[in-house]
């Protein structure tokens, strides 16, 4: 089901689709399982009696993407006759648990209607077996589901006041049978107050439009750990009012997004847009503890299921990495303390923990450990050479990322001179030329730290480390006239030999410090991956690898010569950085900004990224928002940014931009002595 928009506060996080109904809706919870939508919960008008539950009969358009996590969609009625519009605002207050939906109903047509706009929810608040109810509550006049140390207030207001004038809850036998939904719309008399089960409610309110007259009703959902501080929110949003809730939201949001503001003066608009929702969805994957989880619902992936919403340091590590880049210090900081806490308490690094911070237990851990082990200790060297955080990385130096080091020297075969490890998409063991290069990544970067506190033995061991796995590297796996690398090591018959299989994780050699991408097998590389993996239908993009079976086609992709398996948006990226990394003028970065448009025209709703798309139809077909997609996009957009600054030269010297204002900076004794008379020495 397509995601729309994402919206949160950090702590309070939910998707919906483009009618307005919230697919998932994340809150702080003891519990691992903080998912307690159970059911979409849906919007519904009813016409002149007749119910029909949205987009039923209704075009949908999501709106323009903003600096805050705020959507706007407009529904259009279909029939002609009917002549309704309606406007759709959603958003998580930026201080109160409160999610907020403003509906806006627009009678267009000539006649008088009468009109109940129902807002359905069916919580899931309890694991197992339920004892949930949901009941009118008396003293706010909404509708309250509670179930142990869980509570969700749904209260609105009309053009009547404050108050749910129209209630119905019922009380389900088994998770799939018909709810109150079903009820509202075969209109069945004898609506219930109050249900206890697998219980769910609607809430409605009823209006009378004349032509050309329109009314507004705003809902919302308080979430709490136990009813009283329900009420209690509750309470406190209507007393601050919808203006002020809005009018901080949109302050909070705005002034967030401006530390992350940068120019694309060249670039398409939709690019300045999708980089502007990456952050925000790069952010509303950090829970409030700072684990930064990979996903807001179900992966596809064999290997996934609920751990969509676990923190895989394989992808937090890049995510922490983007948003330190672009300005938020403190996001990363976030990360890092909390994988800090985690591994403390696990006694190591672990491939993934819960939001709470409690390691996961995965199979296969001590290979499946080493990618996520590469990529921290990457993401944490870049840290401190961009923010020089020195007094905040220390203390985690001893006890983290020695032993992290020390543990990625240690997973290098004997034999092979390369880590073992499962690939780069958790799907296969054995040894892999992506992993092996943010193996060499990461020890590179442990060996930098390591010249930065004064530690010159422990920074030759790991760079001598680095260094056997680019020897094993490129006498193994670099193969052919052209030297490109091959994706990893197969054993057949007891005999390890080369992989040729193409695979766009090889597109990572050369972005993880452990190659420079101006080798000339880097450059054979991406080469080849482009050629073998492009996939050639109007869709484009890049397959993750040959005969790909996840997002196939009918199971006909693995046949097809033009589509190797379906477009990943990220992998397409990893395009993009090499192109603009290889760029030596102005004009070379025009792939990459195509592969950056193309990116940004694929965004559903208000520029959410999926995972994967199809290959005809050009749809989403995988998880999104996805949060590696929306990590490499921002990687993308600030390397091109960067590259594009490098490259414009003065129209005068013919310098480089960065080198000529460098060059006009005092020097730091002219500043310290300051000037003599007569003597200029700031230009």
């Known amino acids: 089901?397509?995601?729309?928009?994402?919206?949160?506060?950090?702590?309070?996080?939910?998707?919906?689709?483009?009618?307005?109904?919230?697919?998932?809706?994340?809150?702080?919870?003891?519990?691992?399982?903080?998912?307690?939508?159970?059911?979409?919960?849906?919007?519904?008008?009813?016409?002149?009696?007749?119910?029909?539950?949205?987009?039923?009969?209704?075009?949908?358009?999501?709106?323009?993407?903003?600096?805050?996590?705020?959507?706007?969609?407009?529904?259009?009625?279909?029939?002609?006759?009917?002549?309704?519009?309606?406007?759709?605002?959603?958003?998580?207050?930026?201080?109160?648990?409160?999610?907020?939906?403003?509906?806006?109903?627009?009678?267009?047509?000539?006649?008088?209607?009468?009109?109940?706009?129902?807002?359905?929810?069916?919580?899931?608040?309890?694991?197992?077996?339920?004892?949930?109810?949901?009941?009118?509550?008396?003293?706010?006049?909404?509708?309250?589901?509670?179930?142990?140390?869980?509570?969700?207030?749904?209260?609105?207001?009309?053009?009547?006041?404050?108050?749910?004038p129209l209630a119905r809850t019922a009380a389900r036998a088994a998770e799939a049978s018909a709810g109150a939904d079903a009820e509202a719309l075969e209109g069945r008399a004898r609506p219930r107050a109050e249900a206890a089960g697998f219980a769910d409610s609607v809430g409605g309110v009823a209006l009378s439009l004349p032509a050309g007259d329109s009314a507004m009703i705003t809902a919302w959902l308080a979430c709490a750990t136990s009813p009283e501080e329900a009420r209690s929110l509750d309470a406190a949003f209507r007393r601050e009012g919808i203006a002020a809730s809005l009018t901080r939201t949109r302050g909070h949001w705005n002034l967030w997004s401006s530390e992350g503001a940068r120019d694309f003066a060249d670039l398409p608009e939709a690019v300045g847009a999708v980089y502007g929702q990456s952050l925000l969805a790069l952010r509303l994957h950090q829970t409030p503890e700072g684990a930064i989880v990979s996903g807001v619902e179900e992966s596809s992936s064999p290997a996934a299921g609920a751990e969509a919403r676990w923190c895989w340091l394989a992808d937090a590590a890049i995510a922490a990495d983007s948003l330190g880049r672009a300005g938020y210090l403190g996001a990363a900081r976030r990360y890092f303390s909390f994988v800090a806490d985690a591994a403390r308490r696990a006694g190591r690094l672990t491939p993934a923990y819960e939001s709470s911070g409690e390691a996961v237990m995965v199979a296969g851990e001590p290979e499946a450990s080493i990618l996520g082990t590469a990529l921290h200790v990457w993401a944490a060297a870049r840290h401190l050479e961009r923010d020089r955080d020195v007094e905040f990385l220390a203390p985690m130096w001893e006890a983290l990322l020695v032993p992290?080091?020390?543990?990625?020297?240690?997973?290098?075969?004997?034999?092979?001179?390369?880590?073992?490890?499962?690939?780069?998409?958790?799907?296969?063991?054995?040894?892999?030329?992506?992993?092996?290069?943010?193996?060499?990544?990461?020890?590179?970067?442990?060996?930098?730290?390591?010249?930065?506190?004064?530690?010159?033995?422990?920074?030759?061991?790991?760079?001598?480390?680095?260094?056997?796995?680019?020897?094993?590297?490129?006498?193994?796996?670099?193969?052919?006239?052209?030297?490109?690398?091959?994706?990893?090591?197969?054993?057949?018959?007891?005999?390890?030999?080369?992989?040729?299989?193409?695979?766009?994780?090889?597109?990572?050699?050369?972005?993880?410090?452990?190659?420079?991408?101006?080798?000339?097998?880097?450059?054979?590389?991406?080469?080849d991956v482009r050629e073998r993996l492009w996939v050639r239908t109007g869709t484009g993009g890049l397959a993750r690898y040959e005969r790909d079976p996840v997002g196939s086609v009918g199971g006909e992709v693995a046949e097809m010569t033009e589509v190797p398996g379906s477009p990943n948006v990220a992998a397409t990226l990893w395009l993009a950085l090499h192109a603009i990394r290889a760029s030596r003028r102005?004009?070379?970065?025009?792939?990459?900004?195509?592969?950056?448009?193309?990116?940004?025209?694929?965004?559903?709703g208000i520029g959410l990224l999926p995972e994967r798309l199809h290959p005809y139809r050009g749809r989403t077909v995988g998880p999104a928002p996805s949060l590696v997609a929306h990590a490499w996009f921002v990687q993308a957009a600030i390397d091109y940014s960067e590259r594009v600054r490098l490259l414009t030269r003065c129209e005068r010297c013919g310098e480089p931009a960065p080198v000529r204002r460098e060059r006009r900076r005092p020097s730091t004794t002219a500043s310290r002595a300051g000037s003599l008379p007569g003597v200029v020495t700031d230009l």
């Open 404 to 527: 992290a080091a020390e543990r990625l020297a240690g997973s290098i075969d004997s034999r092979t001179g390369l880590p073992a490890s499962t690939d780069w998409w958790n799907e296969r063991g054995g040894f892999h030329a992506p992993v092996s290069g943010a193996v060499r990544g990461g020890l590179r970067g442990a060996a930098r730290i390591a010249t930065y506190l004064g530690e010159a033995g422990r920074a030759r061991a790991w760079s001598a480390a680095a260094d056997r796995i680019a020897r094993a590297l490129t006498g193994t796996l670099a193969s052919g006239a052209t030297g490109a690398f091959r994706r990893g090591l197969v054993q057949e018959a007891g005999v390890w030999r080369a992989d040729a299989t193409a695979d766009a994780s090889l597109l990572l050699l050369g972005l993880l410090d452990d190659f420079e991408p101006e080798d000339p097998r880097i450059r054979a590389t991406v080469t």
């Open 586 to 604: 102005l004009q070379d970065l025009e792939p990459a900004r195509t592969i950056l448009f193309w990116a940004a025209a694929r965004a559903e």
């Open 1 to 164: 089901m397509a995601r729309a928009f994402l919206i949160g506060n950090g702590s309070l996080t939910a998707s919906g689709d483009r009618s307005g109904a919230l697919l998932e809706l994340y809150v702080p919870s003891l519990s691992p399982e903080t998912q307690i939508v159970r059911r979409p919960a849906r919007l519904g008008l009813a016409v002149d009696g007749i119910l029909r539950w949205l987009p039923d009969d209704f075009e949908t358009r999501a709106g323009e993407p903003t600096d805050a996590p705020i959507a706007d969609l407009s529904l259009l009625s279909t029939d002609p006759a009917l002549g309704l519009e309606l406007w759709i605002e959603s958003y998580v207050d930026a201080r109160l648990p409160v999610l907020v939906r403003r509906v806006q109903i627009a009678n267009r047509g000539d006649v008088h209607r009468a009109l109940t706009l129902y807002f359905h929810h069916d919580f899931r608040l309890a694991a197992g077996r339920p004892h949930e109810s949901a009941r009118r509550d008396a003293e706010s006049g909404g509708l309250l589901h509670s179930s142990g140390r869980r509570a969700v207030l749904f209260n609105l207001e009309g053009p009547e006041g404050t108050g749910v």
